[in-house]
């Protein structure tokens, strides 16, 4: 009889363990959607109020300005959930988990709030991916376990691999054409016969001259320059993520519940 009863309370342990065990596995997965969620979110908003409409128009895509900018202000999510992920978990996963992300929640704003809602052609208002640099970024801590250099060298990388990662998504809107007179890329004419506003800032000309047209250095320039920045913006949200990490108070029961 004492067996019969020793190998019930055993049983019954393993079941409490077990469904404890499902509850805080249930618990992680519900803590993993909802930062998911927030970090989608935020960074979203981050990119709509700074790089805004760079990144919403074909014709703001241009060689200089969107080239510049663009990888400048993405690149500021992914520094400081790499410290984050690699301090607290050794995940080389920060950067393209951010800009999958991003993707993800720009293409559901375009899709039900450009295109359904105010009926913008997809081709008119696709947005812009970083991933290839996120992956370079995300490889380069991952090999170098180090974030001076994935600052550097990663930074650098995830500036160079914009423009051509977008390229073939923005090489039918740099075919020459000539309108009134003048020579302008497909992008420009767009931009020109399909003004979204009558505010000044829709209806400038970012570059002039044949060398926009045929692809000329001034991308080069402004790539290696956004490189730049991309170092200086890196180490600062780095730190951003170390001050954020080190100053969320977490309750212990919490901390344990979550394996940290």
């Known amino acids: 009889m004492s067996s019969i009863a020793d190998t019930t309370r055993g049983a019954a342990r393993v079941a409490a363990s077990t469904g404890v065990r499902q509850v805080s596995r249930l618990f992680d997965l519900m803590v993993a959607a909802a930062v998911l969620i927030v970090l989608i979110a935020a960074y979203h908003i981050h990119m709509e109020l700074t790089a805004g409409d760079w990144d919403f128009w074909i014709d703001w895509k241009d060689r200089e300005f969107w080239v510049t900018f663009a990888p400048m202000l993405m690149i500021t999510f992914p520094a400081a959930v790499q410290y984050l992920l690699w301090t607290n978990f050794r995940l080389p996963i920060g950067a393209t988990l951010c800009c999958v992300g991003l993707v993800l929640g720009e293409w559901i704003v375009r899709v039900h709030g450009f295109h359904i809602w105010s009926w913008f052609p997809y081709t008119l208002i696709w947005p812009a991916t970083m991933l290839p640099g996120a992956i370079a970024l995300d490889c380069v801590l991952m090999l170098t376990g180090n974030f001076v250099f994935a600052g550097i060298l990663g930074g650098m990388l995830f500036a160079l691999l ?86 969320a108070t977490v309750p212990n029961k919490i901390k344990k519940w979550m394996g940290l």
Do not use: K, Q
Request: proline share 6%.
């Open 162 to 247: 914009f423009y051509p990662g977008n390229w073939p998504m923005l090489a039918a809107y740099r075919l020459p054409v000539e309108h009134i007179g003048s020579l302008v890329t497909v992008g420009d004419l767009i931009g020109y016969v399909y003004p979204r506003s009558s505010t000044p800032e829709y209806l400038r000309i970012i570059e002039r001259g044949t060398l926009r047209t045929f692809g000329g250095h001034s991308a080069v320039v402004s790539t290696f320059f956004a490189g730049f920045l991309c170092i200086l913006t890196y180490f600062l949200w780095w730190h951003f993520g170390m001050l954020l990490s080190t100053t």
